[in-house]
């Protein structure tokens, strides 16, 4: 086990030593590298990551320059769960052997993206968890193919406009709800799963840090505020956010399996002191501009009952303690 | 010489036991149809605790061979086996192995590939990766099977090389047909193949390293440029380490094998398991007093020019076979052979026999069959049949180009 960063204060925090450098080309308020910096500085073991094809991937590697201080490694888009259950097995079987080439704990995360997890990576991650392989899986959640131009993917939520599910005369947009993945990696008896949020960054620092403390593999769902295609400015990132976390859009909870009770355990890390409507954050988006119209109210109407259906729902798992 | 135990094997568990004795660090695999016997030899090594590496049963060939990368890029001994369509199922991830130059050993018990659905031998799947900057070593037996993967470690981890390889077998012939064969004892295999020689792992945190880049417009030729620098001038190496193989073993190889070539007027140009079928039939019709030979190509990639060259110089007639179907061209070691003779200004009648398709049959009568076409060619001073023929095809017959 590895040494628990302490972490006092935003300043101390955002001025520690830097394992994911600047001046790669994520978009102006993309908020990927911010989740990034907070999960890969959360610790100070030795790292070894993987990444999906995809914005983080195509952003901070461009050949001869990397923006990644600690070993990495990209293949394709569909498998970073694979790619590092590899390096993690290497790592297993050099330690036994008393060939490795460090002592100290080293730690492995994968980060794809909502595509390359939620779609077509969805095997592979489900394989790697399935095997027990220690390491973090990070989606790095902005519900869509936005390296490609923002298509939908089965992380789109309903009535979300994309270049493939565009919103048209007679089209409010997306039709398929979101997909749960939290509730289905947590369904792989992950001893951590967690939802996160980048402005919540003491949240999703706390939350890194359980999941590198806890054996196997381990889950988080970091949703990303995509100024370029959820079609905000990019200096709102946090405040849309900050206001997807206080709408409940993104609740913020984890699941804890135990293995020798077969229990889950929920946890609601963040209770709004006042919950705000959906409306207010879909207001925020260019996506959900056409929603407004009179046609297509329904639509908001049923996202408030939806949202207001999923937060009731964690909370009565969590008062359940089931 | 080394000392050496007979034993009774098939392909697939000679290919194992190499595996074992090689030392790997993680195996990723994913069983097969042919080459499920070489992940299922490999798993009870692993559960009588005689392998001490890592054995990752994943859920499909396209995460194995991504395993296989992310262990090899961790920086040991990866090594794995398939067929067919597992083998088409890994074709993303093997252009990746070889482009982040991974000295990955992967034992391909070549199938054919669907549709429609056929689980016996052809070389579909080697000549669908053939593009795919592997050194491609292809074994005719299972004695060759257990000594080449041997020697692909080593070709492999060569720091001259530094370059994936497939050793291919053809399936159920080699991989499930029982043989007398000899293997090293543990130690000299060992002894042979090497420690592990360590290139930029990312398991070092002394030393970072990124893997999979992007290179655009800037860097992508002069990559791959390079790569195909390194595949080209693995030639000599192969040829050295066969060489050093030969003299701890005492089996010879080389990237192309001749048979009775030196006087023939006809000569075969074989791969696979056919290679000792047509070893038969020459030496028949060698007694009969006709002058015939046969080329094996053992190195299908990096394709040997000058040793073919070599090899074919006094034919006056070549019958080059093929065991894929070539869909709308000649066969790929046709195509070769010609580009070969061009780039000699050899002349000879060239002729293209598509055989074995799906497993079907290939017998020394049908050899012997070749032979007779070929020496008709001879005789004629001339090609007298279109360029493409079959063996063994039921219903209508059918060439190609007249």
Redesign the interface.
């Known amino acids: 086990m590895g040494e628990i960063k302490q972490i006092k204060n935003l300043k101390e925090f955002s001025t520690s030593v830097e394992r994911f450098q600047g001046g790669h080309r994520l978009c102006p308020g993309c908020s990927h590298s911010i989740i990034v910096r907070e999960i890969v500085n959360a610790t100070e073991d030795?790292l070894?990551i993987?990444t999906a094809t995809g914005c983080l991937?195509?952003c901070s590697?461009?050949?001869?320059f990397?923006s990644?201080?600690?070993?990495?490694?990209?293949?394709?888009f569909?498998?970073a769960a694979?790619?590092?259950?590899?390096?993690?097995?290497?790592?297993?079987?050099?330690a036994?052997?008393k060939?490795?080439?460090?002592d100290?704990p080293?730690k492995f995360i994968a980060f794809a993206g909502d595509g390359g997890t939620y779609d077509i990576g969805f095997?592979?991650l489900?394989?790697?968890v399935?095997?027990g392989h220690d390491f973090m899986y990070v989606c790095l959640d902005n519900e869509g193919y936005m390296n490609t131009g923002g298509q939908r993917s089965s992380s789109t939520p309903v009535g979300g406009a994309t270049t493939t599910s565009p919103a048209g005369r007679v089209s409010y947009g997306e039709k398929m709800q979101k997909k749960d993945m939290t509730a289905i990696m947590a369904a792989h008896r992950c001893q951590y799963v967690a939802q996160v949020a980048p402005s919540s960054w003491k949240d999703l620092v706390k939350k890194a840090q359980k999941a590198y403390q806890t054996p196997g593999a381990t889950y988080i769902n970091a949703m990303s505020p995509c100024p370029t295609e959820w079609k905000f400015d990019p200096s709102m990132s946090m405040e849309v956010s900050k206001v997807m976390v206080d709408s409940c859009v993104c609740p913020l909870y984890e699941i804890e399996y135990d293995p020798q009770t077969h229990n889950y355990k929920y946890t609601v890390n963040y209770e709004p002191k006042n919950k705000l409507p959906v409306k207010e954050y879909m207001a925020l988006q260019g996506r959900f501009k056409h929603l407004f119209k009179p046609e297509f109210s329904h639509v908001i109407d049923q996202w408030q009952r939806d949202i207001d259906a999923q937060w009731d729902y964690i909370r009565r798992r969590q008062d359940a303690g089931v | 010489m080394a000392k050496q135990h007979r034993v009774v094997w098939d392909g697939n568990m000679a290919a194992s036991q190499a595996m074992r004795q090689a030392q790997i660090?993680?195996v990723?695999a994913y069983p097969i149809t042919p080459s499920t016997p070489i992940v299922q030899n490999y798993s009870q090594f692993v559960a009588d605790g005689e392998v001490?590496?890592?054995f990752?049963?994943?859920?499909?060939e396209?995460?194995a061979m991504?395993?296989?990368?992310?262990?090899?890029?961790?920086?040991?001994r990866?090594a794995t086996a398939t067929s067919s369509q597992g083998y088409a199922l890994m074709v993303?991830?093997i252009y990746?192995a070889s482009g982040m130059r991974l000295p990955i050993v992967m034992n391909v018990v070549n199938r054919a590939l669907a549709a429609p659905l056929n689980i016996h031998g052809d070389h579909s799947d080697m000549y669908l990766g053939r593009d795919a900057g592997w050194i491609n070593l292809v074994a005719n037996n299972p004695q060759e099977a257990y000594d080449l993967c041997l020697c692909a470690f080593k070709i492999a981890e060569d720091m001259r090389v530094r370059l994936p390889v497939a050793v291919n077998q053809d399936g159920f012939l080699v991989s499930h047909t029982a043989e007398v064969g000899e293997h090293l004892e543990d130690a000299d295999a060992y002894g042979f193949v090497g420690d592990y020689t360590?290139h930029n792992?990312?398991?070092?945190?002394?030393k970072?390293?990124?893997?999979?880049?992007?290179?655009?417009g800037?860097?992508h030729y002069e990559h791959k440029m390079r790569q195909n620098y390194a595949l080209v001038n693995a030639v000599p190496v192969v040829e050295e380490v066969l060489k050093a193989y030969s003299q701890l073993s005492g089996r010879d190889y080389a990237p192309v094998e001749c048979y009775q070539t030196e006087d023939a007027d006809e000569l075969i140009i074989c791969m696979g398991s056919v290679v000792g079928t047509t070893t038969m039939t020459v030496d028949r019709l060698r007694k009969a007093g006709r002058k015939v030979g046969m080329v094996a190509i053992r190195l299908w990639r990096p394709f040997p020019k000058e040793a073919l060259a070599a090899a074919i110089k006094n034919a006056k007639s070549i019958a080059v076979l093929d065991r894929s179907c070539p869909m709308g061209t000649t066969g790929a070691l046709y195509n070769e052979t010609a580009a070969v003779m061009v780039e000699n200004d050899k002349s000879a009648n060239l002729i293209n026999y598509i055989y074995g398709l799906g497993g079907r049959d290939t017998t020394t009568e049908h050899l012997e069959g070749i032979f007779d076409d070929a020496a008709e060619c001879t005789k004629a001073g001339k090609r007298v049949k279109p360029i493409i023929q079959t063996i063994n095809l039921r219903g209508k017959s059918l060439s190609f180009y007249e």
């Open positions: 030795d070894c993987s991937e195509v590697t461009i050949y001869p990397t990644w201080d600690v070993s990495w490694i990209h293949i394709g569909e498998n694979a790619a590092i259950s590899g390096t993690e097995a290497m790592h297993k079987a050099l036994r052997k060939k490795g080439y460090s100290k080293m095997q592979s489900s394989g790697a399935e095997r | 660090d993680v990723a001490e590496g890592e990752v049963m994943v859920e499909s396209h995460s991504s395993a296989c990368v992310g262990a090899a890029a961790g920086g040991g990866v993303e991830v990746q360590a792992p990312m398991l070092d945190p002394a970072p390293v990124t893997y999979g880049a992007q290179t655009e800037e860097w």
